[in-house]
């Protein structure tokens, strides 16, 4: 069966420090990679999606970078950190085709 | 641009009835259909998919699709506590394309 690992499950970083944040899916190949932030109380905001290794989109133009280094591995980065960089990030990954979403654990972020 | 429209909430309804939360979508082609959980402090997990017109059944929940008035519903019978969370509806138009979330509708099923 599949399986999706994100971690940490909670971080708190000063602001103008960097972030890494991992995802990976066992028991699958080739998927369709996202990572969502959703900020207190707010709706689910796509930042990034891959379709494949290398090929990254970005949804919403900030501080923010993706990376798909293999196959079932995607990272969410960023060199400095803002306070509005708080917030629960979410990996999440699908097969292709339009099918539903598997969501990770999620992160929860908090910028001091 | 492609939105999905869901009421906020809360829906406040008493155990046992059955709690109705609907969502619109603005963009006609869309062709796959989804309904999350959300519980508070969690991340959203797929209850139902729903495809093509009519009616989905799974336990007590069921999913209500009608693309020529842009609209999804999903039913819970038999409401109870542990069914208060957040659901969310999300759209997808075609392929690969990113799926598009509503903002959610908070549910409290009050005991």
């Known amino acids: 069966s599949q399986t999706i690992h994100q971690w940490p499950a909670t971080l708190v970083q000063p602001v103008g420090s960097p972030l890494s944040l991992e995802c990976t899916v066992e028991g699958t190949s080739n998927p369709n990679l996202y990572w969502y932030r959703q900020a207190a109380g707010r709706g689910l905001q796509l930042l990034f999606y891959?379709?494949?290794?290398?090929?990254i989109s970005s949804e919403v133009p900030q501080n923010l970078s993706a990376s798909r280094p293999q196959d079932r591995q995607f990272i969410l980065s960023s060199k400095k950190l803002l306070l509005s960089d708080s917030g629960f990030y979410l990996c999440?990954?699908?097969?292709?085709?339009?099918?539903?979403?598997?969501f990770g654990s999620g992160t929860r972020l908090t910028v001091v | 641009q492609k939105e999905v429209e869901q009421n906020s909430g809360p829906l406040s309804v008493p155990e046992g009835a059955i709690a109705s939360l609907n969502c619109t979508y603005s963009d006609r082609v869309s062709q796959s259909f989804f309904w999350y959980r959300q519980y508070s402090g969690k991340s959203p997990e797929l209850i139902m998919s729903i495809y093509s017109n009519g009616d989905k059944e799974d336990g007590r929940f069921t999913a209500q699709l009608n693309k020529a008035s842009q609209y999804v519903s999903l039913l819970i019978r038999d409401s109870q506590p542990s069914d208060s969370a957040t659901y969310l509806c999300?759209?997808?138009?075609?392929?690969?394309?990113?799926?598009?979330f509503g903002k959610g509708t908070r549910l409290s099923v009050i005991a």
């Open positions: 891959s379709v494949g290794i290398g090929q």
């Open positions: 999440a990954w699908s097969v292709k085709g339009g099918d539903g979403y598997t």
């Open positions: 999300a759209v997808n138009m075609w392929g690969n394309t990113p799926l598009v």
